[in-house]
C-alpha cells in the first residue's frame, strides 16, 4: 500500500505529540494504513526515481545585474545564441542549441522573491564538452580571453581548460577521453 507524503508528516507530527500511536493512520479512504516507522529505511521500490512522462530539458539560470556583459560574452567568446531578450532577462543557446542558459535580473518586480538575489560568484561551474579541446583553446588566447586553469591531460581521461565568465561563474571546458 502506498503511503502519502501527508501521512508521513502527519504521523511524525503525531508521534512527536504523544497524540496517537503509528498503527493508528487511517489512509483517505478511512481504511487503517499499514504501520510503518519513519525512521525505517525505504525498500528499493520506494527509491525509484520519477518517471516522466514528457522530455526534460534543464535551463540554468542565474540571477546577476551583469545582463549586457554576459550577453557579449556568451555571443563573442563562446559563440551563443540569443534564444529571447528583454529588459530584465536573457535566454542563451549553445552552438547546436543542446543546451540553454538563462540570466535574470536582481530584484526585478515581476519575478517572486525566491528569484531576487543575485549569484554570489563562487561555488558554480558550467562544463562545456567539444570535440576539439585544443582548437577551442586556441581560439580563446586569440580572443585575449584569461584562462583560469591551462591546459592540461588528466588522469581519468579528460583534456580540458577552464575560464570563467563576467558573473564569476567557472566554465570548464573539456573533451571526454578515455585514460590511457
Known sequence: MKRSYMQFILVLFCCAQGVLSVAQ???PSGQEAQPFSPLKQPSVKEKQPLKPQQK???????????????????TEILGFGVTFENDFY?????????????????????????????FGGQ??????????????YQELKKKKVEIKIDIRNEPWGDRHFAISDPNGIAIDIVKYTHPE
Open 25 to 27: 493512520v487511517k489512509q
Open 56 to 74: 526534460m530539458k534543464l535551463n540554468a539560470g542565474i540571477v546577476t545585474s551583469k545582463l549586457a556583459e554576459t550577453k557579449s560574452f556568451y
Open 90 to 118: 536573457l535566454l542563451l543557446h549553445s552552438p547546436g542549441k543542446q543546451a540553454e542558459l538563462s540570466f535574470l535580473l536582481p530584484e526585478h518586480a515581476s519575478q517572486q522573491a525566491l528569484f531576487h538575489q543575485p
Open 123 to 136: 561555488g558554480m561551474y558550467l562544463t562545456i564538452e567539444v570535440e576539439d579541446v585544443d582548437q577551442i
